[in-house]
């Protein structure tokens, strides 16, 4: 980069600069320790020159152009075609401070000090504007606004409100010191209904939370476990729970079963085969349905059975048995047969306008047979037959459904066969 300058200082002529001395005047780093009056010294450095003069006999003073001191106010420069030797920032301020760059643009003045403030911008001179934090650009400005780019975009910044987009979305603590003491207390100890707590410190074994239509309160739960006679009881009036006894005296539940084998509730059992028994072939008895669990006591049962023939000459028969000690032993079983006048033990499950008959079997002992039927209407179709009994059990054991064919050929009891067992007393 290169540039021609062209200086002229009206207040300074080479005469009085040389003094009789020649030119350029003698100079080097430090000033002769005698001079006469008249003489002139420049005092150079790697960045500046200083001239000097001599006023009396060895006495030197800084020479100031013009005689009143500061920057030349004559002094002028033009930028125009540059010159080769101007590869990079010279001093020619002439005791201004006065810096150009390659461009030929001011970029330093060192006649200005900015003293508690800082340099603002610089004029086509190179002279410094000085600013302070009181000055406009950092006058009273708006509560609650901070100096910031405008909102969603780069410019220049100046003061104004505070956005949401100028908060991240995710703040990262390194440390749980950097959370504040309020957030701090805020989260520890009892949290109050209204900010969304429970007003309890602690979750005690057994309770419930109960609101009292102003906070939550913590309220026990009683052992109700009898299971003939308790049941949980709740008072509006004190918020409490209490054990009672079941209004229908007996506190009776009910319990289910699905499979063929399972134990028998308290009170009301239902069992339900969920596959099919294996088909029986033979008229030996075999366990098709287990209720275990049967105690002391008397109970009433009724099985609805789902049974098929592989044909339509085939029947079946059933019996129920006790694996305790029994007292007491009652049952009777029906199916629908063809019978109209006449009773024919052939079971008949279509539906007709011709009669039909409920035809029906009994036994006064366990594990006894009901009777045998003698056929069905349909091979292979679904045929219903009930048997209901009672027994008095004196220790406790197995109730069990028993199935065998009239004779050697195959019949089979299906799933959703039911039992259907209540415990009297």
Known sequence: MRMHLVVLITALCASTLMGGQGWPPPNGSTLPSTCAVGNTFWVTTATEITPYRCTATDTWTTYTAGGGGGAPTSAQYWGGAPHVDLSAEKDLSLFTGL???TTGTPSAYAGASCTNQFPRSLNASGAATCADVTAADFASQTANTLLAAPDGMAGDPTFR???????????????LTQVTTRAIADTTGTLAVARGGTN??????????????????SKAVPDCD??????????VATNTWSCGTDQ?????????????????????TWQTLSADCAANATTTLAICMTTT????????FTYKVIYRAAATTTGVD???????TVTTFVGSSWLITSGGSAATALGDQIASNTANLAEGKAARAVNTKFGSTLGVDTANADMLYVIEGLVLVSATGSLELKHASELAASTQ?????????????
């Not at 309890?200 to 309160?217: C, R, Y």
């Not at 059933?318 to 305790?324: I, K, L, R, S």
């Open 318 to 324: 059933f019996a129920v048995n006790h694996t305790g």
């Open 413 to 425: 009891v299906m799933a959703e066969t039911t039992l259907e067992l209540h415990k009297v007393n």
């Open 248 to 268: 229908g005296g007996s506190g009776a539940g009910l319990t289910r079963i699905r499979g063929s084998s399972g134990a028998a509730g308290a009170d009301f």
């Open 99 to 101: 810096v150009l760059n």
């Open 293 to 300: 669990g049967v105690g002391a006591g008397t109970w009433s």
């Open 226 to 235: 009898t299971p003939t006679t308790s049941k949980l009881l709740y008072d």
């Open 161 to 175: 409100a505070l956005v949401d987009a100028d908060i991240p979305n995710t703040i990262t603590l390194t440390n």
């Open 200 to 217: 309890l410190t602690a979750s005690a074994d057994d309770t419930v939370m109960v609101g009292n239509g102003t906070t939550w309160e």
